[in-house]
């Protein structure tokens, strides 16, 4: 979405500022090599939010989060190029951009503002997510805020984010099953926030692991 109010703070601004301040919470779940036998919770929420009222634009997504998981499973690094390919799927076109203008979201609430640096900026965020030093949960909810914050194409930011997140913890071989908890409305200068939606990543993995642990021991 790139039409809004002009005079309005910058909220990449506030997330950047942020960004690097927030006290991301511990985390020590285990690593699972979930194979075919998880249940894909973001097919799942992909389906349940869009299914009904778009079948092509889900057809589209689902198609996108076949290329981000294929990628992860290859061991690529997330990059803006890496989603503009996803991209270009979802919005079913020739090309997917990175924004020329300032992007604005949340009825006009929230303006993301433009620099020369915005895009160089917002691939040294992505160059972070596999950041040895910050656990899994903590990494994947900065990577997917990072895209929401960047907001970096004109339109189907929601869904990027998402699938950076699919990719992020695909690529580490962590499931999982139950994703419609993550939708909540983020804010950029929120990091309280940002640390809940690590913890709460955090709890859904964790969850994830233990109900495919017991389905393969029944």
């Given amino acids: 979405m790139t039409s809004g109010p002009s005079r309005q703070q910058d909220a990449l601004a506030d997330w950047l500022r942020i960004r690097t301040q927030i006290s991301w919470p511990c985390w020590s779940g285990a690593r699972t090599d979930a ?3 998880a249940r894909d919770g973001f097919r799942d929420f992909f389906t349940a939010t869009r299914g009904s009222r778009d079948a092509e634009g889900t057809e589209q997504v689902l198609t996108a989060l076949d290329l ?17 390919n996803w991209q270009r799927t979802v919005l079913r076109r020739a090309s997917a951009d990175f924004r020329t203008v300032p992007a604005f979201a949340k009825g006009g609430r929230e303006r993301y503002g433009l620099a020369p640096d915005t895009r160089a900026r917002f691939e040294r965020c992505l160059a972070e997510s596999p950041q040895p030093d910050l656990v899994l949960p903590s990494r994947a909810a900065r990577t997917y805020l990072d895209v929401l914050f960047f907001h970096p194409f004109e339109d189907g930011n929601a869904r990027a984010a998402m699938l950076a997140l699919a990719f992020i913890l695909a690529r580490e071989g962590v499931p999982l099953d139950q994703v419609h908890p993550l939708q909540a409305t983020r804010w950029a200068d929120d990091a309280e926030g940002a640390a809940d939606l690590a913890a709460l990543l955090g709890t859904l993995i964790t969850a994830a692991e233990s109900r495919l642990s017991n389905r393969r021991q029944s």
Avoid: I, K
Avoid at 75 to 80: A, D, I, P, T, V
């Fill in 68 to 84: 981000a998981l294929a990628d992860a499973e290859r061991g690529r690094q997330l990059s803006f190029a890496l989603m503009a």
């Fill in 35 to 37: 194979g075919a036998s």
